[in-house]
């Protein structure tokens, strides 16, 4: 009898990023802020196109500290770059 495996699909994709920062954000993200959000941010797609939990976090947090319209992604940017480097 023949076994297969069966590849479990994990990775998050594009679109399903998009939906879940909007539901941090409160409204609509449009693809092209969300693709200038993942140019500034240190994550990116894995050999699949797809992103992980950890990806979509970070973005969700992102989304959240924008809400505060004093906050930039500079910012957002910078502070995890200190937390990073504080936790290793």
Same mark, same amino acid.
């Given at each position: 009898?023949?076994?297969?495996?069966? &590849?479990? /699909?994990? =990775? +998050?994709?594009? @679109?399903?990023?998009?939906?879940?920062?909007?539901?941090?954000?409160?409204?609509?993200?449009?693809?092209?802020? $969300?693709?200038?959000? $993942?140019? !500034?941010?240190? /994550?990116?797609?894995?050999?699949? =196109?797809?992103?992980?939990? @950890?990806?979509?976090? +970070?973005?969700?947090?992102?989304?959240?500290?924008?809400?505060?319209?004093? *906050?930039? /992604?500079?910012?957002?940017?910078? &502070? $995890? +770059? !200190? @937390?990073?480097?504080?936790? *290793?």
């Amino acid at each position: 009898m023949a076994m297969h495996t069966v &590849q479990t /699909i994990t =990775g +998050i994709t594009f @679109e399903q990023l998009r939906t879940q920062a909007e539901k941090v954000r409160m409204r609509r993200l449009p693809d092209r802020t $969300l693709r200038h959000w $993942l140019q !500034q941010l240190p /994550i990116s797609r894995d050999a699949d =196109g797809m992103f992980d939990q @950890e990806d979509v976090q +970070i973005v969700c947090d992102l989304a959240r500290w924008l809400r505060n319209p004093n *906050n930039t /992604i500079d910012q957002f940017v910078t &502070q $995890l +770059i !200190q @937390e990073y480097s504080n936790a *290793n």
